[in-house]
């Protein structure tokens, strides 16, 4: 059945007919047009789901996220936030001072796909997919211990996924290690004839991934990234990644991509701007959500875009048309993609060196409560979390965050690899190398389920109780 709910009354009728308890809506903070959402079932599936589902796999349901994908916590969603499985972890818990069983640290996950990162870092489920479009897979991965890949643009087909930024979306991976996303992505990977920006030659990756003879790699070290505001653990453990790389007579050498500091006032100009396109179709009169306001056609328009987007959606729509104004579009949007260009080149003179990946961090520092991620707005937080991501996505290319250590505070730190465009299947075997050396440690959960019926003891399922 290919349907939508019109009304919250009707909905709770088939509730109550089919025996499941109705939803009180006026406890509940989500709004009704929200909760529909949730009974929304789409005309069509996404290429990368029907991909899946021809191949035998279960798909066990949807995930919370940042609305349409503007975060880098996934604390914006109108689900409410997503809280990050390593809150309960054993490791974290017992590096915290205060009550045990207080719920006030608890820590966001990234975002804006944290509802796929944390499916996967609970053990939910074995893969889960989300969208990248300046790091929106690899920031939570990074956060939530996890592998979280972004292929390379036009490797995986977009038809189906809801647009944020044509330019730079792709569909990402997540999953507990390398092989994994070797199987998911040689499932999804090749030419769709819905999405024109897919390559067109056929492409076969193999979902097992060979060794890597790591001495004869050379591996690149982007100066530009070693900003303040890393932290001094992220550093360090940069540093001995790069050593271990070494040790085993690869070839580490220093590079400069000198356009980094733009990238991310570029990737805000160019990303907004096409935010203020894309989310001109929701208007009301074609699909989503529709104000009952029928005062005029414009009153109409106002109303259903004021209740169906939230106050970052709306900002970011805002910053947008403001950047494509006529007499602004020369100095914002033009320039922007005339810089975009020049990124594009400081990765091509890069590899053209001879580097093959480069390594790099994910993120400033691990995952922070979300009393303290909250006290920045959202903006601000998007452009500090994306400082070490966004710049592959206005490139194109591949890139992988892979779990490296705990943190003094128990929590999961990783570093990033990048490739060059459609060299996945080498990315990942380097990553898949690494991988093996760092033994990131399995997640150790307690009670994460408020009746202790789902326990985790050195990455086992112990017990399970639904009664």
């Known amino acids: 059945m290919n349907t939508a709910y019109k009304d919250w009354e009707s909905f709770q009728e088939d509730m109550v007919l089919a025996g499941i ?30 991909k899946l589902l021809d191949q035998g796999a279960l798909l066990m349901g949807k995930t919370n996220l940042d609305e349409f994908a503007m975060g880098s916590g996934s604390t914006d969603g109108v689900f409410g936030p997503v809280k990050n499985p390593w809150s309960y972890s054993k490791q974290y818990r017992e590096r915290q001072r205060h009550d045990e069983h207080g719920d006030s640290h608890w820590l966001i996950t990234g975002g804006s796909s944290g509802g796929s990162a944390a499916a996967v870092a609970a053990y939910t489920c074995f893969a889960a997919l989300g969208s990248d479009t300046g790091g929106s897979t690899r920031n939570p991965a990074a956060h939530c211990g996890l592998v979280g890949f972004k292929p390379s643009y036009g490797l995986v087909s977009r038809h189906g996924l809801i647009p944020l930024v044509n330019s730079m979306d792709v569909p990402g991976i997540f999953t507990r290690c390398v092989d994994d996303t070797a199987v998911v992505l040689g499932v999804l990977a090749g030419h769709d004839p819905k999405d024109s920006t897919t390559v067109q030659d056929p492409i076969k990756l193999p979902m097992i991934l060979g060794e890597m003879d790591v001495s004869r790699l050379c591996i690149g070290i982007p100066k530009e990234y070693l900003v303040p505001e890393l932290s001094s653990e992220i550093r360090s453990l940069w540093s001995q990644a790069a050593d271990l790389f070494e040790s085993e007579g690869a070839k580490v050498i220093e590079v400069s991509l000198p356009h980094t500091c733009y990238s991310i006032v570029c990737y805000h100009v160019l990303c907004t701007s096409e935010v203020a396109s894309n989310m001109a179709r929701f208007d009301g009169l074609q699909y989503g959500h529709r104000s009952g306001i029928d005062v005029s056609t414009e009153a109409m328009y106002a109303a259903t875009r004021q209740e169906g987007f939230s106050d970052v959606v709306r900002g970011r729509i805002l910053s947008g048309n403001f950047f494509l104004l006529k007499e602004n579009y020369e100095n914002y949007f033009v320039k922007a993609q005339k810089v975009r260009r020049l990124i594009v080149r400081d990765f091509m003179n890069a590899f053209d060196s001879g580097v093959d990946v480069l390594l790099t961090p994910t993120t400033l520092s691990e995952a922070v409560p979300y009393l303290e991620f909250i006290k920045e707005d959202n903006r601000t937080r998007s452009a500090q979390d994306d400082i070490f991501t966004q710049a592959v996505n206005m490139a194109g290319l591949p890139a992988v965050s892979v779990p490296v250590a705990l943190s003094n505070q128990g929590l999961p730190i990783g570093l990033q690899f990048i490739g060059r465009a459609f060299c996945d299947q080498q990315l990942l075997t380097v990553a898949k190398w690494f991988e093996k050396q760092v033994q990131f440690p399995t997640i150790q959960l307690q009670d994460l389920m408020d009746d202790g019926s789902l326990v985790l003891e050195n990455g086992k399922l112990t017990s399970v109780s639904l009664t």
């Not at 109705?22 to 949730?38: A, I, N, R």
């Open 21 to 50: 308890t109705p939803v009180d809506t006026e406890s509940s903070s989500v709004p009704t047009h929200h909760l529909l959402e949730l009974c929304y079932i789409p005309p069509y599936n996404a290429t990368v789901v029907q």
